[in-house]
């Protein structure tokens, strides 16, 4: 994968006047910067064309060449895995950004997990769909910023977006999600709502087309979150090797020859 310094428009008229049979637009971070999935002996005689253009490549370190159609033969065997897991109803909306629509009940969520591989993620779309409908505030809920920066550079510095990381000095992420929420004026609940039986099922089917961000109780848009510690015992220690600038990607195959047989050790090939 590579980011190159131009919009999607001018992406795809280099793929599509030249004879790369791998290349394929995989995410659209903002308007000056698109990430290419592709083989990387064309992503390098790619490169070596926009040099004359003006136009610069960096490199996406990056084990498989995501949200491309290189990855799907790994799109059944992981939709399989997922269709063991039983799934709630989300008490918030959660919008699924390559399905661009939120989660409600009766959604195939293995299906739509699944094809987040192959599907072309546009990061310009979401904020700005986001913004039609009346939300400027972002919080950043991981350890860093990036996220932050690209929706800065999406809405141009605009004074009446509000975004801010949540990455605090302390070890507890609450902390720094509290003190990024308390920036709007807002407080967190101390406790997380909870459903009972007779609960009626929420409905977010269209929920972002259908409401504007005044009908929100919490007007704010949460740009990234997650809960998977790779390479950490507990979130305190994934933290710690956050802020230490320790990875936890590693190939399972190099440690155990066994994994090769995993949906996707062996079976695609890395670009």
Request: hydrophobic share 35%.
């Given at each position: 994968?590579?980011?190159?310094s131009c919009g999607p428009?001018?992406?795809?008229?280099?793929?599509?006047s030249n004879p790369f049979e791998s290349l394929q637009i995989a995410v659209v971070n903002h308007q000056k910067q698109t990430v290419l999935s592709g083989r990387?002996?064309?992503?390098?005689?790619?490169?070596?064309?926009?040099?004359?253009?003006?136009?610069s490549m960096t490199r996406v370190e990056s084990p498989f060449p995501f949200h491309s159609r290189q990855l799907e033969p790994a799109v059944e065997p992981f939709r399989k895995s997922l269709?063991?897991?039983?799934?709630?109803?989300?008490?918030?909306?959660?919008?699924?950004?390559?399905?661009?629509t939120c989660y409600s009940p009766g959604r195939d969520l293995p299906e739509i997990l699944s094809r987040q591989f192959?599907?072309?993620?546009?990061?310009?779309e979401i904020v700005e769909r986001l913004r039609r409908r009346g939300f400027s505030s972002f919080i950043e809920c991981g350890g860093g910023e990036i996220v932050t920066r690209l929706i800065r550079k999406i809405v141009r510095d605009d004074p009446a977006v509000k975004t801010v990381a949540a990455a605090p000095p302390q070890q507890d992420l609450r902390v720094g999600i509290q003190t990024a929420v308390r920036t709007f004026g807002l407080e967190l609940e101390t406790e997380?709502?909870?459903?009972?039986?007779?609960?009626?099922?929420?409905?977010?089917?269209?929920?972002?087309?259908e409401k504007t961000s005044s009908e929100?109780?919490?007007p704010i848009a949460i740009t990234g979150i997650g809960?998977?510690?790779?390479?950490?015992?507990?979130?305190?220690?994934?933290?710690?090797?956050?802020?230490?600038?320790?990875?936890?990607?590693?190939?399972?195959?190099?440690?155990?020859?066994?994994?090769?047989?995993?949906f996707m050790a062996g079976s695609v090939k890395t670009s």
């Amino acid at each position: 994968m590579a980011a190159i310094s131009c919009g999607p428009e001018r992406a795809t008229e280099f793929i599509q006047s030249n004879p790369f049979e791998s290349l394929q637009i995989a995410v659209v971070n903002h308007q000056k910067q698109t990430v290419l999935s592709g083989r990387k002996d064309e992503l390098q005689q790619l490169g070596d064309m926009l040099v004359a253009h003006g136009i610069s490549m960096t490199r996406v370190e990056s084990p498989f060449p995501f949200h491309s159609r290189q990855l799907e033969p790994a799109v059944e065997p992981f939709r399989k895995s997922l269709t063991n897991l039983q799934f709630s109803v989300a008490e918030i909306p959660v919008y699924h950004c390559t399905e661009r629509t939120c989660y409600s009940p009766g959604r195939d969520l293995p299906e739509i997990l699944s094809r987040q591989f192959t599907r072309q993620l546009n990061f310009v779309e979401i904020v700005e769909r986001l913004r039609r409908r009346g939300f400027s505030s972002f919080i950043e809920c991981g350890g860093g910023e990036i996220v932050t920066r690209l929706i800065r550079k999406i809405v141009r510095d605009d004074p009446a977006v509000k975004t801010v990381a949540a990455a605090p000095p302390q070890q507890d992420l609450r902390v720094g999600i509290q003190t990024a929420v308390r920036t709007f004026g807002l407080e967190l609940e101390t406790e997380a709502a909870t459903t009972t039986e007779n609960s009626a099922p929420i409905r977010h089917d269209d929920y972002i087309e259908e409401k504007t961000s005044s009908e929100y109780q919490t007007p704010i848009a949460i740009t990234g979150i997650g809960c998977v510690l790779p390479g950490a015992r507990d979130p305190s220690h994934y933290w710690q090797n956050i802020k230490n600038g320790v990875g936890g990607i590693v190939d399972l195959a190099a440690i155990d020859p066994n994994a090769r047989r995993d949906f996707m050790a062996g079976s695609v090939k890395t670009s």
